[in-house]
């Protein structure tokens, strides 16, 4: 089964802190994918990655970066965290040869206080 | 940028009964998936339509590619309580464009 893991469920952070967030696939895909979502809104892309060291910035980039430095792993960054990034992310990742079906990670409920 | 539109947004149903709902868009699609998100997890794919008209199924589930290419639906028969979640539309343009997720509809199943 593919399994995609995020290293928190939960997480409280401070305003203007620098938070990480985790991703780690374990099925060799090529793609991966960070997305927020939020109630009303669906899932809005951040940033994607096609392989180890490139990105793409997806629909809402502002206030974000990534790194990809393996291919199993794709990380968020938030540099300054600000309240209004209080919002449950998601990590998803894609074979090459599949341009369709996403695997999602469980998501990580992050709150910025 | 595109968006996708769903209704309806939420739905509170007795077990037993059958859900419909759908997604609509502006902008045609050439690929329309529909994903399901359990509490707590991240979503899962259902279904993945491919072809104007085409109808699909998957157990009690059964989703339709509108002929215009600019909607979709998914029906469920007989819900139960394991039914419980969000449902996600998505469409894809071409194969090498971004998804885009609708806001999905917030389904509860009523024992």
């Known amino acids: 089964d593919v399994k995609v893991t995020q290293s928190s469920r939960y997480l409280v952070k401070r305003t203007g802190e620098k938070v990480f967030l985790e991703c780690v696939q374990d099925m060799d895909h090529e793609n991966m994918f960070w997305y927020r979502q939020d109630p009303g809104l669906g899932l809005r892309l951040i940033y994607f990655?096609?392989?180890?060291?490139?990105?793409e910035k997806g629909d809402i980039p502002e206030g974000y970066s990534v790194s990809r430095e393996k291919k199993e792993r794709f990380s968020l960054i938030l540099e300054s965290a600000s309240t209004n990034q209080t919002s449950m992310y998601l990590c998803?990742?894609?074979?090459?040869?599949?341009?369709?079906?996403?695997?999602f990670g469980p998501g990580t409920r992050l709150t910025v206080l | 940028g595109q968006q996708l539109n769903q209704s309806p947004q939420s739905m509170f149903i007795q077990e037993g009964e059958d859900v419909s709902m759908n997604c609509t868009s502006s902008?045609?699609?050439?690929?329309w998936l529909w994903y399901k998100q359990d509490p707590g997890e991240g979503p899962v794919l259902l279904i993945a339509l491919y072809k104007a008209g085409e109808l699909t199924s998957n157990g009690r589930l059964t989703a339709q590619f509108g002929i215009t290419r600019k909607d979709s639906f998914l029906n469920i028969s007989a819900s139960i309580p394991s039914d419980v979640g969000i449902y996600f539309c998505?469409?894809?343009?071409?194969?090498?464009?971004?998804?885009?997720f609708g806001p999905g509809t917030s389904l509860s199943v009523i024992p």
């Open positions: 902008s045609i699609f050439n690929t």
């Open positions: 998505a469409g894809q343009k071409t194969s090498y464009d971004k998804v885009i």
């Open positions: 998803a990742s894609r074979p090459l040869n599949s341009y369709n079906e996403q695997f």
């Open positions: 990655s096609y392989d180890v060291k490139m990105k």
